[in-house]
């Protein structure tokens, strides 16, 4: 059974930075699309970060790109993201997923596993 669990969420004002940790157990990443996405009350789910696990080729959504970074550790067991210049827009339970594949999407319908989440809160 796959399991992905988050880590690394807080509250911190606006202007401040967070990482999020995620860690896979019982799945291979080795050809895998591994992603980060947030949803806030109110709103859909929103895709914002992914990596390809065999290149660390990344595609980042508009929202945050230039803020945020995605990467892997060396084992490819867990992905972080690195989340600066926060703002209280980007709060909400930012949720890690993965899929089997290597076309790595930031739509949620693409990803087969999926974590619990963790709450960021970013005050003004």
């Known amino acids: 059974q796959v399991r992905l669990v988050e880590s690394g969420g807080g509250s911190v004002q606006a202007g401040g930075s967070l990482r999020l940790s995620c860690t896979a157990s019982d799945y291979s990443a080795k050809t895998a699309c591994l992603a980060w996405f947030r949803q806030a009350p109110g709103k859909s789910r929103e895709g914002i970060a992914t990596i390809y696990s065999k290149t660390g080729t990344t595609r980042y959504a508009d929202s945050v790109k230039g803020r945020f970074a995605i990467s892997l550790d060396n084992a490819k067991t867990t992905v972080y993201l690195d989340m600066n210049s926060l703002t209280p827009e980007d709060t909400a339970l930012y949720s890690c997923?993965?899929?089997?594949?290597?076309?790595?999407?930031?739509?949620?319908?693409?990803?087969?596993?999926w974590g619990q989440g963790t709450q960021v809160t970013v005050s003004s």
């Open positions: 997923a993965a899929r089997t594949g290597t076309i790595c999407t930031l739509s949620s319908g693409t990803y087969d596993y």
